[in-house]
């Protein structure tokens, strides 16, 4: 069965500090795609960065960077010199070339501390 | 600057009423999606849309139907609006499965 989970429920982390938020999937399709989404406290979803299945190369965009390890399925977003507006609710979530939906995590808090 | 914009922001409706939430995307995209979002349970997905008039199920229709008669336009009805359906409901929109979606703003319906 498809699935993404993420493990750390809340983070808290020193403003300045680099983060990692883990994602691990589950899925037996070749073709997919991996995503990480932001919502602040308003409420909006906000994408940050996409990870195709056979981009070899790990995206990067900004501060944002995406740590995939095909072979442990995991996709891990990397924060770096985190600040006080990164606090906010992050989902990983994940499509199939095969489904038109995406699957999402549960979701982790990061708490920035000034 | 793209925009997918729902209807209303915060909703209060009354226990059996009918409920329409509307969703408007200006990108001319093709999928279109209603979640739900609860806290700890992330966002279950209730129902997309791949087409006009085009509709698919997803985890949680139970209670909820749509309808997509235009292609920039997905309807969420809540035929007889329950307290369990009291939640934040999220509108998105997608190019094609292997591009990001865009989410609206959210609205956030109390039902008592």
């Known amino acids: 069965a498809q699935k993404i989970t993420q493990t750390q429920p809340g983070m808290f982390v020193q403003e300045k500090e680099a983060v990692t938020l883990d994602c691990t999937y589950d899925t037996s399709d070749q073709s997919y795609g991996l995503f990480w989404y932001k919502q602040p406290s308003s409420g909006e979803m906000i994408f940050l960065i996409y990870?195709?299945?056979?981009d070899e190369q790990n995206a990067t965009e900004g501060r944002y960077s995406l740590n995939f390890q095909k072979a442990r399925k995991s996709a891990n977003l990397v924060i770096s010199a985190s600040q006080l507006g990164d606090s906010a609710m992050y989902f990983c979530a994940m499509t199939l070339d095969s489904n038109y939906q995406l699957i999402w995590g549960a979701g982790t808090k990061l708490i920035i501390k000034p | 600057d793209v925009k997918v914009t729902q209807s209303s922001r915060y909703l209060v409706k009354r226990t059996g009423e009918k409920v329409f939430l509307e969703c408007v995307q200006d990108m001319d995209h093709e999928n279109m999606f209603w979640y739900r979002q609860d806290p700890g349970l992330g966002l279950r997905l209730i129902y997309f849309s791949y087409d006009v008039k085009m509709k698919e199920k997803g985890d949680i229709p139970e209670g909820y139907s749509v309808s997509r008669e235009k292609k920039e336009r997905f309807s969420l009805i809540l035929e007889s609006a329950s307290t369990n359906q009291t939640s934040m409901y999220l509108c998105?929109?997608?190019?094609?499965?292997?591009?990001?979606?865009?989410f609206g703003q959210g609205t956030r319906l109390t039902v008592v």
């Open positions: 990870q195709g299945s056979y």
């Open positions: 998105a929109s997608s190019l094609n499965e292997n591009t990001e979606a865009f």
